[in-house]
T-cell receptor
Framework: KAGVTQTPRYLIKTRGQQVTLSCSPI?????VSWYQQTPGQGLQFLFE???????NKGNFPGRFSGRQFSNSRSEMNVSTLELGDSALYLC???????????????FGPGTRLLVL | LAKTTQPISMDSYEGQEVNITCSHN???????ITWYQQFPSQGPRFIIQ???TKVTNEVASLFIPADRKSSTLSLPRVSLSDTAVYYC?????????????????FGQGTILTVHP
């Protein structure tokens, strides 16, 4: 099976812009979670989608949003970018029991976003 | 909220056993403890998961005492390729207004360096 794929792998934006990141889960996986990783804060959970619905969320401002399509592919959007949004954004998929039940997450390689 | 604490870094030599301890004093009754491994520029990879006592798989063992306030990841006979960051993960759920919020709490990670 192909692993989790994320596009693009690298992205440079300027403050105030918005960005959309894409994630394709492993075939058959219905849950997609997003994480932000920075040197200062480490790995932080953003949100989780299951069956096109946001099921769980972390403590991030409303500028961070996402959605999931019927084929389980997911997109994450960040509006009004700030310098502090520079990070590695990781997507992970699982079969569907979801984050809360501690199901094994399969991570993609990430999208590295640089905000100038 | 279940917060985790791990040593920032550890050093070892090839062939040695490495034990990394994670503290999670406020772990909830339903929480599982999961460990992930992350190499540079890659997403984390699942290593092992447990609830109590001892769990062993082909790559590691996980020891959890009866009070579950800590856990120890044991890597037998490490090699150079085990050099990575190791994360301890504990599930956490808060309910507010009928909406369930799931927030996975990652430790800051332990940088394990294996020397020849």
């Amino acid at each position: 099976k192909a692993g989790v794929t994320q596009t693009p792998r690298y992205l440079i934006k300027t403050r105030g812009q918005q960005v959309t990141l894409s994630c394709s889960p492993i075939s058959g996986h219905r849950s997609v979670s997003w994480y932000q990783q920075t040197p200062g804060q480490g790995l932080q959970f953003l949100f989780e989608y299951f069956s096109e619905t946001q099921r769980n969320k972390g403590n991030f401002p409303g500028r961070f949003s996402g959605r999931q399509f019927s084929n389980s592919r997911s997109e994450m959007n960040v509006s009004t970018l700030e310098l502090g949004d520079s990070a590695l954004y990781l997507c992970a998929s699982s079969t569907g029991q979801g984050v809360l039940l501690q199901e094994t997450q399969y991570f993609g390689p990430g999208t590295r976003l640089l905000v100038l | 909220l279940a917060k985790t604490t791990q040593p920032i870094s550890m050093d070892s030599y090839e062939g040695q056993e490495v034990n990394i301890t994670c503290s999670h004093n406020n772990i909830a009754t339903n929480d599982y403890i999961t460990w992930y491994q992350q190499f540079p520029s890659q997403g984390p990879r699942f290593i092992i998961q447990g609830y109590k006592t001892k769990v062993t798989n082909e790559v590691a063992s996980l020891f959890i005492p009866a009070d579950r306030k800590s856990s120890t990841l044991s890597l037998p006979r490490v090699s150079l390729s085990d050099t990575a960051v190791y994360y301890c993960l504990v599930g956490d759920v808060a309910n507010a207004g009928g909406t369930s919020y799931g927030k996975l709490t990652f430790g800051q990670g332990t940088i394990l360096t294996v020397h020849p």
